[in-house]
């Protein structure tokens, strides 16, 4: 099992690295994610030792869950699943950084919660880019107007845009909403709004890592590639379906 994870770790690093090499950029502007639902912690552990630094998690349930083990390392974990406000305050006890920021109800919630605990978070607005009913995420046409509203939240930190990208066999399919996500920053950025400047692009997951960093990614988000698949009958991106 070990060995599996080293060599698969290592696969995704070179696959990143190719990715780099073939659009002409650095792999340092290309951070990698593990995303950890349903993987136990020992596995997480042995990804690791083998060098992983950060991860992201789906469920307020796993956090908690693998909090006593993945406390006691040196790791940075994420939120990256559907977060709902009445998980806020435990959520908050695991993570350094919230990726799926997407309606302003959640921005005031987490918000109010921060102040509380007189601390800052970063964040990601996740945008809904593949247009498709079962994701969450922005409206593609709301992002620019979103960003105005939440800049207002001294206690968040707006670190970039997020996206899961529609999964395809066919590339021509899965590129357009990883480059909608490219186009969406450059349209912040023209709208000059204070103070929001140097916004990071977390895309790319297994299948389309190499697509999504031709596109502009800083931040790859890969589960299966590492830790195989996870035989579920449906995909968790949210925290409302049942365990
Ligand atoms: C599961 C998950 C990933 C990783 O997907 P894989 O296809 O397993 O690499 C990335 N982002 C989010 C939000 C996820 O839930």
Request: some cysteine.
């Amino acid at each position: 099992m070990k060995e599996m994870i080293i060599s698969n770790l290592k696969e995704v690093q070179d696959r990143i690295k190719n990715a780099c090499e073939l659009s002409g950029r650095n792999a340092s502007e290309v951070q990698l994610l593990l995303a950890t639902k349903t993987v136990p912690f020992e596995k997480i552990k042995m990804a690791i030792d083998a060098g992983a630094t950060l991860i992201g998690e789906n469920k307020m349930q796993e956090l908690r869950d693998k909090d006593p083990g993945l406390k006691k390392v040196n790791i940075e974990r994420h939120f990256i699943g559907h977060l709902q406000t009445n998980k806020i305050k435990d959520v908050l006890k695991y993570v350094s950084c919230i990726q799926s920021l997407d309606r302003l109800h959640l921005a005031q919630e987490l918000d109010r919660q921060l102040q509380k605990e007189n601390r800052n978070l970063d964040v990601f607005i996740q945008v809904n880019t593949s247009f498709e009913e079962s994701k969450f995420g922005l409206r593609p046409d709301e992002a620019v107007s979103f960003i105005r509203e939440i800049k207002k939240y001294d206690t968040l930190n707006i670190k970039g845009l997020m996206t899961i990208g529609l999964l395809d066999v066919e590339k021509e399919k899965m590129q357009p909403s990883l480059r909608l996500l490219r186009l969406i920053r450059d349209e912040i950025y023209a709208a000059g709004i204070d103070n929001v400047k140097e916004l990071k692009l977390s895309m790319g997951m297994s299948q389309d890592l190499e697509l999504a960093i031709a596109e502009g990614s800083n931040m790859v988000r890969i589960g299966t590639s590492v830790f195989g698949n996870r035989f579920l009958g449906k995909e968790i991106w949210n925290e409302n379906i049942a365990e």
